[in-house]
C-alpha cells in the first residue's frame, strides 16, 4: 500500500514551459520539414478564408446597387448584375474550396506525424527501461513508469495533432483578419481590436495561473496509477491484512489531490470559451453601432458592414482557440516533464568499449572481498570471499536478511559492486558486458514469471532455434508433460488471465525454462518454494540432473534440500561465518547446526 507514496516520491520539480517545449522540438527534429509543411498548408488554408468576407462584402455591395430598382419593382436580371454577382460567387467557392483541401492536408499530415512521434517515444522509453539500473526501479512505482508510456505519451500525441495546427492557423487568421479589417475601415477595426484586448489580456492572466495545476495533474495522475497496480497486484494480501481501509486512505488522498489540481486547471481553462464569447458578443454590439453611425454618415458602405460581422468573428474566435491550444500545450509541457525527466535517468555505463567475451565456461567462481550496499551509506555485503569449483554445487544459507539474493543479483551484475570483485573463470566479471555475463546464467526464481503466449513460448523464452522436441523433453524432466497434454491445446495452451495454473506447475514452467537454457551456471532461489512435498522430490531429482557438470548457487530455507551440496556457506548480517559440506558443518555443532536442527523442532 505504499504506491502512493512511492508514486509521489518520484514526482519531479516543475520546470519551464519553455524549457520543455524547446526540449520536445527539438525530439521531433527529424519531423520538423513534414511539420512545416503542414502548417504552412494551415496558413495558406486560412489566408483563403479571411479573403472570404471581401469578397462577401463585394457581393452585398453588387447586390445593394441594384436595391433602389428592385425596389421599384424593375425585375433581378434588370437591376442586379449577375455576371458581377456570379463571377465574385465562384471565387468565393474557388476560397472556401482551397481552404477544405488545405486543412485537410494539414489534418493528415499532422495526424500521421503525431503518432509516428508517440511510437518513437513509446520505444525510446521501452528501451530506456532496458538501460536503467535495477536500483531504479527498487525507488519508483511501476504504475508511475507505466502511466509515463500510456498517459503522458499520449498526451503528447495528442496536443501536438490537435493544438500546433490549431494554434498556427489560429495565429493566421488572427493577423489576416486584423489586417483585413484595417484595410477596409480603420475605425471599425479599431473598435474591434479594442473590445477583444480585454479578454486577450484576461487569457494570458489565467494561463499564468494554470501551468502549476496542469503539473500537478499530470503527477497526480502517474501516482495514482502507481498506487492502484500496487495494490492490484497485492490484492490478496491487502484483503488477508485487511488492509483495504488503509489502501483506500492512500488512495483517497492521492485522488483527492488529482481532483483539486484537474479541477482547477480544467476549470480555468474552461473559463476561456465563455469569455471569448462574451468578448465576441461585445465585439459585434460594438461593430454594428460604430458601423451603422458609419454607413449614415456615407463613410463606409453595407457591405463593409457585414464583411465586419464576419471579420469580428474571425478575430475573436481564433483569440479563444488560441486559448485552448496553450492549455493544451500546458498539459503537454507537464507530460513532457516526466517523458523526458525518465529519459534522462542516468543509465547503466556504457560497454561498447568492452570486448571481451567468454565462451565455453568452465564455471570456475570466486568472490574475492565483495562489499556492497544498496544505498551508499548503507553496506550490507561486508567483506564477503569465497571461491566456488567449477561443477559444484553451492547453497547459501542463513537467516532472513542476511545478503542469500543479494549475493546471486551480485553474480548475475544486476548491480555493480562498492568494493572488491567476482571473478568467472578468472576474468572479473566487471570487465565483461553485462549480456555476456547474463548467458552464462540460467535462472529460476522464488517468483514466477509467466508472459502471455503459449505454454512452448514461456518456456523456450530468450533462446533461439529451440525445437519441440527439447521443449517436450525438459517438461518431462520436471514431471510437467502430463498436465500439458491434458490441456485442450497442449503445448499451445496460451497462458492468460482465463488459463488457471497452480503456483507450482507455474514454478515447474520456470525450472523447464531453465533447463532449456543450457548455461553453464545456474541459480536457484527458492525453486521449490511453491510445489508439494511430492512434486518436490520429482522436481529435486530434475535439479540433480540438471546441475550435473554445472555450478550452481541454491538459495533454499528448507536446509532438507541442499544435503548433497558440494558446498554450503552459511551467511549472516552479509558476512560468511561458516562454510563446508552438510556433515562437516553438523559436526561443527554451530550457526548450521542450529539452523538445521530448528526446522524439526518446529516440526515436531
Not at 492490484?232 to 489540481?261: C, M, P, W
Request: contains cysteine; hydrophobic residues 45%.
Amino acid at each position: 500500500m505504499g504506491g502512493g507514496g512511492h508514486g509521489m516520491g518520484a514526482l519531479e520539480k516543475p520546470k519551464s514551459f519553455k524549457g520543455t517545449m524547446n526540449r520536445l522540438i527539438r525530439y521531433c527534429q527529424k519531423d520538423l520539414p513534414a511539420i512545416l509543411i503542414a502548417l504552412i498548408a494551415a496558413v495558406v488554408g486560412t489566408v483563403f478564408q479571411t479573403l472570404g468576407p471581401d469578397q462577401l462584402k463585394n457581393l452585398t455591395n453588387e447586390i445593394g446597387k441594384g436595391l433602389p430598382q428592385l425596389l421599384k419593382g424593375v425585375p433581378v436580371l434588370n437591376s442586379v448584375d449577375l455576371s458581377a454577382v456570379a463571377s465574385i460567387a465562384w471565387v468565393l467557392v474557388f476560397y472556401y474550396a482551397s481552404a477544405m483541401i488545405l486543412n485537410f492536408s494539414q489534418s493528415y499530415i499532422m495526424a500521421t506525424v503525431t503518432q509516428l512521434i508517440s511510437k518513437r517515444m513509446r520505444t525510446d522509453i521501452a528501451d530506456k527501461m532496458n538501460r536503467l539500473p535495477l536500483k531504479y526501479f527498487d525507488s519508483t512505482s511501476h504504475g508511475d513508469i507505466l502511466s509515463r508510456v500510456t498517459n503522458d505519451v499520449d498526451a503528447i500525441g495528442q496536443t501536438l495533432n490537435q493544438s500546433i495546427g490549431t494554434l498556427v492557423s489560429s495565429i493566421a487568421m488572427l493577423v489576416g483578419s486584423l489586417v483585413m479589417m484595417f484595410y477596409n475601415n480603420w475605425i471599425m477595426a479599431l473598435t474591434a481590436v479594442g473590445t477583444s484586448l480585454i479578454g486577450f489580456v484576461l487569457m494570458m492572466v489565467i494561463m499564468g495561473k494554470s501551468q502549476k495545476y496542469f503539473t500537478s495533474q499530470q503527477n497526480a495522475l502517474g501516482a495514482i496509477n502507481g498506487h492502484i497496480e500496487e495494490v492490484y497486484t497485492g490484492h490478496n494480501v491487502v484483503k488477508a491484512y485487511n488492509g483495504s481501509r488503509e489502501a483506500v486512505q492512500v488512495f483517497e488522498g492521492i485522488n483527492d489531490e488529482l481532483y483539486t489540481s484537474a479541477w482547477k486547471s480544467q476549470f480555468l481553462s474552461g473559463l476561456m470559451m465563455p469569455l471569448m464569447g462574451f468578448v465576441g458578443n461585445l465585439g459585434y454590439v460594438a461593430v454594428c453601432v460604430v458601423g451603422a453611425v458609419l454607413a449614415m454618415n456615407g463613410a463606409i458602405t453595407f457591405g463593409v458592414i457585414v464583411a465586419f460581422m464576419m471579420y469580428v468573428r474571425l478575430f475573436t474566435q481564433p483569440l479563444s482557440q488560441i486559448a485552448q491550444a496553450f492549455n493544451n500545450l500546458q498539459r503537454t509541457a507537464a507530460a513532457g516533464e516526466r517523458v523526458f525527466a525518465f529519459l534522462d535517468e542516468k543509465e547503466l555505463p556504457d560497454e561498447s568499449d568492452k570486448t571481451l567475451c567468454l565462451s565455453h565456461v568452465k564455471g570456475d567462481v570466486e568472490f574475492r572481498q565483495v562489499q556492497f550496499g544498496y544505498l551508499a551509506d548503507h553496506t550490507i555485503i561486508h567483506n564477503f570471499s569465497a571461491k566456488v569449483k567449477a561443477g559444484q554445487k553451492v547453497a547459501i544459507v542463513g537467516p532472513t536478511g542476511a545478503g542469500k539474493t543479494t549475493i546471486v543479483n551480485l553474480l548475475m551484475r544486476f548491480y555493480d559492486l562498492n568494493a572488491g570483485q567476482i571473478l568467472l573463470d578468472g576474468v572479473s566479471i566487471a570487465d565483461l558486458p553485462r549480456r555476456n555475463v547474463h548467458e552464462q546464467f540460467g535462472m529460476v526464481l522464488q517468483d514466477t514469471w509467466l508472459f502471455e503466449g503459449t505454454i512452448r513460448d514461456n518456456i523456450a523464452y530468450g533462446k533461439e532455434g529451440v525445437t519441440d522436441e527439447q521443449v517436450i523433453a525438459a517438461s518431462k524432466t520436471v514431471g510437467l508433460h502430463h498436465f500439458i497434454r491434458t490441456l485442450p491445446e497442449g503445448y499451445n495452451t496460451v497462458l492468460n488471465a482465463q488459463t488457471s495454473l497452480s503456483e507450482g506447475q507455474k514454478q515447474l514452467i520456470t525450472i523447464a525454462r531453465a533447463m532449456i537454457q543450457n548455461a553453464p551456471l545456474l541459480i536457484l532461489d527458492e525453486a521449490t518454494s511453491s510445489v508439494d512435498t511430492r512434486t518436490e522430490r520429482i522436481v529435486q531429482r530434475a535439479m540433480d540432473k540438471l546441475t550435473e557438470g554445472r555450478t550452481s548457487f541454491v538459495i533454499a530455507h528448507r536446509l532438507s534440500t541442499i544435503k548433497n551440496a558440494d558446498l554450503i556457506l552459511v551467511m549472516k548480517d552479509g558476512d560468511i561465518i561458516e562454510s563446508g559440506s552438510h556433515e562437516e558443518l553438523l559436526a561443527q555443532k554451530g550457526f548450521y547446526a542450529n539452523l538445521y536442527n530448528s526446522q524439526f523442532e518446529q516440526v515436531a
